[in-house]
């Protein structure tokens, strides 16, 4: 079945980076976006961007231009989100998710909804 | 961005009663080339990552019990559970992906 694994829970200190893995199993890697999505305590979802992990194209929501940097290693099957110069409110649970896609007729896209998500990676931001 | 507005922020409904959440989105999701409402629902309970319940607004997702039922078109969208029952305890979401997605502040649903 298709899974999505992500590395454990991370403790960082303001201005610092933190890079989270993501390893999926079960499909066809570079057949499919993946998306990161994440949820501050106690809060709701905030979409943060996708990576083609055929072509390691990636589109960033602008909140986070210059601060995120989507990666991946088709040897692995694992797409990578960094995130420089944190600060507190970076506080989160970091999420990958799945894009299924869709085809009409004899075209596919990319659909930007998610199915299935990681587990989730908790970054902790504190001095 | 296009703005989701869910009502109510919280409901407590009994046991095999129906409990309705809705979604509002700021500007129509609808697109009219294809006829297709670009919204989708995940539910998330304590604890664990948001699992996809409906895509398109109303196409159910593969193991989504048939209690549950997405609909509505344009703007306004609703998530209906017909019998609540004790496992649906969880925070619901809906999120267009008509532009750069967006998602509902989320409504939380308790047991009465």
């Known amino acids: 079945q298709v899974q999505l694994v992500q590395s454990g829970a991370e403790v960082k200190k303001p201005g610092a980076s933190v890079k989270v893995s993501c390893k999926a199993s079960g499909y066809t890697f570079t057949a499919y976006y993946m998306h990161w999505v994440r949820q501050a305590p106690g809060q709701g979802l905030e979409w943060m961007g996708w990576?083609?992990?055929?072509?390691?194209?990636?589109n960033y929501v602008q909140k986070f231009q210059g601060r995120v940097t989507m990666t991946r290693d088709t040897s692995i099957s694992t797409a990578y989100m960094e995130l420089s110069r944190l600060r507190s409110d970076d506080t989160a649970v970091y999420y990958c998710a799945r894009d299924p896609g869709y085809c009409i007729g004899s075209s596919c896209y990319n659909g930007n909804w998610f199915d299935p998500w990681g587990q989730g990676t908790l970054v902790t931001v504190s001095s | 961005d296009i703005v989701m507005t869910q009502s109510p922020d919280s409901l407590a409904v009994s046991l095999g009663e129906r409990a309705t959440i809705n979604c509002k989105s700021s500007?129509?999701?609808?697109?009219?080339?294809?006829?297709?409402?670009?919204l989708t629902w995940y539910q998330q309970r304590p604890g664990q990552p948001p699992k996809l319940l409906f895509y398109?607004?109303?196409t159910r997702e593969s193991g989504v019990p048939d209690r549950f039922s997405g609909s509505g078109s344009g703007t306004d969208f609703t998530l209906t559970i017909s019998s609540l029952q004790a496992e649906d305890v969880a925070v619901y979401y809906c999120?267009?992906?008509?532009?750069?997605?967006?998602f509902g502040q989320g409504t939380k649903v308790e047991i009465k």
């Open positions: 990576i083609n992990p055929n072509s390691g194209g990636t």
């Open positions: 999120q267009q992906y008509y532009s750069t997605p967006t």
């Open positions: 500007q129509s999701v609808l697109y009219i080339s294809n006829n297709k409402n670009y």
């Open positions: 398109w607004a109303s």
